[in-house]
């Protein structure tokens, strides 16, 4: 499967080995879930497995692909997204979210985060979690919350369309842990999703077995028909009653979601 001798623009020649990296990262975006073993991505790629093993560790190793959890399977990473939306993913996030989740902190006084969707987690983006004086968490931008048993993650996957949805839960069905588990209980995965869109809201009450303390609501974010992300609010179990997040907590939280959206959108398209 070799490739034909190096081209040349104008006085250079065009680096092979660049072209080759970024044929196996577009057949990874276009498997199902971003994720893929090395012989579907060499079959996709028309290259041998060699090649395409040492071009996926050096992608991991600048940190564009990771080691799924089933042996010789890679899947994208957050950097594949930061390079496909370039600055225009950055700008939402640090010129829209961040300035209107600091001018909410007084009036939901509880830490909010910010999550996006990466292979079936979502992953804090901005957290207001160092400004609230009720966070009992500090460091969590980059911090993978797990889809299924999150507030945040519900909301998301509440919130999207049929596709995404079973595009998500495919690469979480594939997984050998909780996870995996609960995304094949597909009567429990119809029941969570019922419930948040009823409610209105997501809500988690320490599902998460490393939170356990903790409870949260989210809200999806939406630019236009896009969906961006999800909001949350995080706190003690049982530190806020039903009544105070049904009727304070998530409509002011639905408002900052609201919010971001509406100046997230023309900086992202709709």
């Known amino acids: ?14 680096v092979r080995g660049l072209s080759r990296g970024l044929a196996v990262l577009r057949a990874l975006n276009q498997s199902a ?81 910010l999550a996006t969707p990466e292979a079936g987690f979502m992953v804090v983006r901005e957290s ?44 979480l069905r594939r997984r050998d842990d909780r996870w995996g588990e609960l995304a094949r209980d597909d009567a429990w995965v119809r029941r969570t999703i019922r419930e948040t869109l009823r409610r209105g809201h997501a ?10 303390a903790f409870a949260a609501i989210a809200v999806p974010v939406v630019a236009g028909r896009r969906l961006i992300g999800a909001v949350n609010m995080v706190f003690p179990k049982a530190a806020v009653s039903r009544h105070d997040l049904d009727a304070r907590f998530a409509p002011a939280l639905a408002r900052l979601a609201r919010a971001i959206g509406r100046g997230a959108k023309p900086l992202i398209g709709d």
Request: proline fraction near 3%; hydrophobic fraction near 35%; glycine fraction near 10%.
């Open 1 to 14: 499967m070799r490739s034909g001798p190096p081209t040349t623009t104008g006085q250079y020649k065009t």
């Open 33 to 113: 879930g971003g994720i893929a073993t090395i012989s579907e991505l060499a079959q996709a790629c028309s290259m041998h497995r060699t090649t395409v093993k040492r071009l996926l560790e050096t992608l991991r190793t600048d940190g564009f692909v990771r080691h799924s959890d089933r042996e010789g399977q890679y899947h994208l990473t957050f950097e594949v997204r930061r390079l496909s939306e370039g600055f225009e993913d950055e700008a939402w996030v640090s010129e829209v979210a961040g300035p209107a989740m600091r001018e909410a902190v007084g009036r939901i006084v509880w830490p909010c985060d």
């Open 128 to 171: 207001t979690h160092r400004l609230s004086a009720l966070s009992q968490h500090r460091a969590m931008i980059g911090e993978q919350l797990p889809m299924l048993v999150t507030a945040a993650g519900r909301a998301y996957l509440a919130a999207c369309g049929d596709g995404e949805r079973e595009a998500l839960l495919e690469l």
């Open 203 to 212: 809500y988690n009450d320490g599902e998460w077995i490393r939170e356990a």
